[in-house]
């Protein structure tokens, strides 16, 4: 008779023996589930999943977006205003980075909603986003001193940071990206050739990430000179030299400031250039007499080159 193996490492996997009428199975080694660090990896550069979005994704969506919001805007103004006004965010490049968040945030909230009914993607679009507008609202005064924007003057408005109108801007814009835009956008992203996309991934992420720093810089330095503190360090003297007074006057008039929590009566750009035609030093100093720092926006490298002319 065949002696049973008994042995005590493979009694807990030993099946049935062929004489009580079972085949013998083989039993199939553990997979250790998949970390979250692994899943990122593997999933980093994915274009193809409808059901969550990659870093690489999200980082083309901010960028187009970015670029996109900066060139519309200025052109709306052209068309409305009758005149040509930076609106750009980072001192290198044209990029709207409200744009940018906007969308970001657009994609995230709504990106599995394409095949929702509209109604549903439009209520959830003008809640989120106006509740995240406010936000941003808030930490802007907190951090930067300034607002962007101002709705005091509009109905049912919360403390002129939103309001019901723009709340429903918010609501048709979701429901235009959940079913228009977005889709288009994951289609034009998945044609980038891979090996291609991923050279242009980190080259422009770099590029931004740096952008971001040294336009911080420039206006927190621009911000402390506005405020009389003496220019000494190389670092703030450099800061000066490559981003004057009334280059950033000129760059970023479309602005309004905050001051003991009261918000400025009008931007930069409607205080004296449009109204009286005052020259730049002018309005440096209607600005520093009325107790404002003047928000900027950061300028381009495209225009860096008349900069030093105006400094001259």
């Not at 300034?146 to 709340?167: E, K, Q, T």
């Not at 405020?227 to 360090?233: H, I, R, S």
């Not at 670092?235 to 006057?249: A, S």
Request: charged residues 20%; contains cysteine.
């Amino acid at each position: 008779m065949k002696k049973k193996n008994t042995s005590p490492e493979l009694t807990q996997f030993r099946t049935k023996e062929p004489e009580d009428g079972f085949a013998v199975g083989s039993i199939a080694p553990t997979v250790p589930p998949e970390s979250s660090w692994q899943y990122f990896r593997k999933h980093f550069y994915d274009t193809k999943s409808n059901s969550h979005l990659s870093p690489y994704e999200m980082f083309w969506i901010f960028f187009i977006s970015a670029v996109l919001g900066a060139v519309i805007e200025q052109i709306f103004c052209i068309i409305t205003n009758g005149y040509w006004e930076r609106r750009t965010s980072l001192v290198y490049g044209e990029f709207g980075y409200a744009y940018a968040i906007g969308a970001t945030l657009l994609t995230l909230l709504l990106f599995r909603n394409t095949k929702t009914e509209w109604w549903k993607v439009f209520l959830k679009a003008a809640l989120v986003c106006s509740v995240a507008e406010y936000i941003m609202s808030w930490g802007e005064e907190l951090v930067f001193g300034h607002v962007s924007w101002d709705y005091h003057n509009m109905p049912l408005n919360a403390n002129g940071r939103i309001c019901f109108l723009y709340g429903c801007f918010w609501g048709a814009l979701g429901l235009f990206w959940a079913k228009i835009i977005y889709p288009g956008f994951k289609k034009l992203i998945a044609k980038i050739p891979k090996k291609a996309g991923k050279v242009l991934f980190w080259i422009f992420f770099i590029f931004l990430l740096y952008d971001t720093i040294i336009s911080i810089c420039a206006t927190t330095a621009f911000n402390a000179r506005k405020d009389g503190d003496p220019v000494n360090t190389p670092y703030e003297k450099l800061m000066e030299r490559q981003f004057p007074n009334k280059f950033m006057i000129w760059t970023y008039p479309n602005s309004y400031q905050v001051k003991d929590g009261k918000v400025a009566s009008d931007t930069l750009n409607g205080s004296n250039s449009k109204s009286n035609g005052g020259s730049l030093e002018d309005l440096t100093r209607d600005m520093t007499d009325r107790g404002f720092a003047i928000q900027q926006k950061q300028p381009s490298c495209i225009s860096l080159g008349f900069a030093a002319k105006i400094n001259q």
